[in-house]
């Protein structure tokens, strides 16, 4: 550790004396030092300091001056702030589809902004990057489903999951919709070619439309009461009759299920479209789509 010293005069008190040989000599004297004040980062030589507790670091990680270097927790960068942001606004939204105005234009503000921060100028030739599994999160573009957005799946059927995978090394893309019910699970989904156009754009041609098979679900639970019209209808006087219909629907179930998927092929060659990738790292992806769509989609597995 380099200090600077500050040192007072020497003071040296030796007084003249003449002994018997004529000659002047030097009289025993005491030498008088005051000793240095070594000054450095966090420390004085023989001056009590306050205790400190410092995280303990190898000699490589000693700055050139000797200072100890303390380590610092990750500073969140602005890109993930603007995430963590547009996640928060992306809750309850359905996917965009129970989205006010008013939190769309939020949103689509965070988008904006988190655009311009894009760490991948040119997704297509960062293709690791873009394979995998993606969930979408939110869309703007209600004509991609127009079932759910018209309102029209029954009560008892739900969306599970949406997502796009992207085969980089045979550029091949997969749109897949799950859907469940009460006894059984099943999905729609296309595939899908792509080519490379532009840094930012891939173009998109559907091959092939596929109608899952059902899968019967594991365990079907019936509740004692539902609610119609206002009002609580009990369900127990007629355990017997639903048993029987669950059972018959449960045998329909496991038929459907040991058949293949129905594919359908995609012939028409009008039946294409294009993506802009926008905004993309190794957990989020951004892209628009040629009707001035937005897809926010967030990579299988991660943190967000």
């Keep these: 550790m380099s200090a600077v010293a500050s040192w007072n005069p020497l003071a040296v008190k030796a007084p003249l004396s003449v002994v018997a040989d004529g000659r002047p000599h030097l009289a025993p004297s005491v030498l008088h030092l005051k000793a240095p004040t070594l000054r450095g980062i ?44 547009l996640i928060d606004l992306l ?27 894009n760490p991948t100028p040119a997704p297509t030739d960062a293709l690791a990057l873009l394979n995998g599994k ?14 759910l957005a018209s309102g029209r799946l029954p009560e008892l059927v739900k969306v599970d999951e949406i997502s796009q995978t992207i085969d980089s090394e045979n550029f091949t893309v997969q749109n897949s919709v799950k859907f469940s019910g009460p006894l059984a699970t099943t999905s729609v989904t296309t595939n899908a070619k792509f080519e490379v156009r532009s840094p930012k754009r891939v173009q998109i041609k559907f091959e092939e439309g ?12 019936i509740p004692d009461k539902v609610e119609f019209l206002g009002q609580n209808i009990d369900l127990s006087p007629f355990n017997g009759v639903i048993s029987s219909i669950q059972n018959a629907a449960a045998s329909v179930a496991r038929t ?7 594919k359908i092929p995609i012939n028409n060659t009008n039946v294409q ?6 905004y993309l790292d190794e957990e989020l992806r951004i892209s628009r789509g040629d009707a001035g769509s937005v897809f926010v989609l967030t990579k299988e597995g991660c943190s967000l």
């Design 210 to 221: 596929i109608i899952g098979t059902p899968q019967l679900t594991d365990d079907i639970v």
């Design 91 to 117: 809750y309850g939204t359905d996917r965009g589809l129970k989205a006010s105005s008013e939190t769309r234009a939020e949103i689509l503000e965070v988008i904006t902004q988190l655009e311009a921060k």
């Design 256 to 262: 459907i299920s040991g058949q293949p998927p129905l």
């Design 42 to 85: 966090g420390m004085q030589m023989l001056t009590p300091a306050p205790f400190r507790t410092r995280a303990m670091v190898d000699d490589d990680e000693r700055g050139e001056e000797g200072g100890v270097a303390v380590v610092q927790p990750p500073e969140v960068s602005e890109a993930g702030e603007l995430k963590k942001k």
């Design 134 to 147: 993606w969930i979408l999160d939110y869309t703007s573009f209600s004509g991609l489903f127009p079932l």
């Design 273 to 278: 479209s294009w993506l802009l990738t926008t």
